[in-house]
């Protein structure tokens, strides 16, 4: 993944948080990352973009609707969490390396395609 270029979205006239967006050439597919588990917070990093759920297994298992989500572990064991909750950043940021910050990451065609390219 490479920055293109970066930009604030302040949402004038709103009183929501301002949000960092950052155009990239490329975002790696979900079959490309290998996982950590930590206390049953589970969290990947591939070229500067992070995933992450969190997700301990039967009874746990109705976050995204019930979904499953074939993952790798580091280890290169398969697992498949059902289920799994969203997480964030900071809750992520006191378990695992590197840190990392929610922002809105947009590749650079899809920014051409919706004529919002900012450079």
Not at 86 to 110: A, E, H, T
Request: net charge negative; glycine share 10%; proline share 6%.
């Amino acid at each position: 993944m490479r920055p293109i270029s970066c930009s604030v979205e302040w949402y004038e006239g709103y009183a929501n948080d301002p949000v960092l967006q950052i155009v990239v050439d490329r975002i790696p597919n979900a079959e490309e990352f290998r996982y950590e588990r930590k206390d049953g917070l589970w969290f990947a990093e591939k070229d500067g973009y992070v995933r992450f759920f969190s997700w301990n297994g039967p009874g746990n298992e109705e976050g995204h609707c019930g979904r499953c989500y074939p993952i790798k572990t580091i280890e290169g064991e398969e697992v498949t969490l059902r289920g799994p909750w969203s997480s964030r950043s900071g809750v992520m940021n006191k378990y695992f390396n590197p840190q990392s910050l929610d922002i809105l990451v947009r590749l650079r065609m899809m920014y051409i395609l919706v004529g919002a390219l900012v450079m």
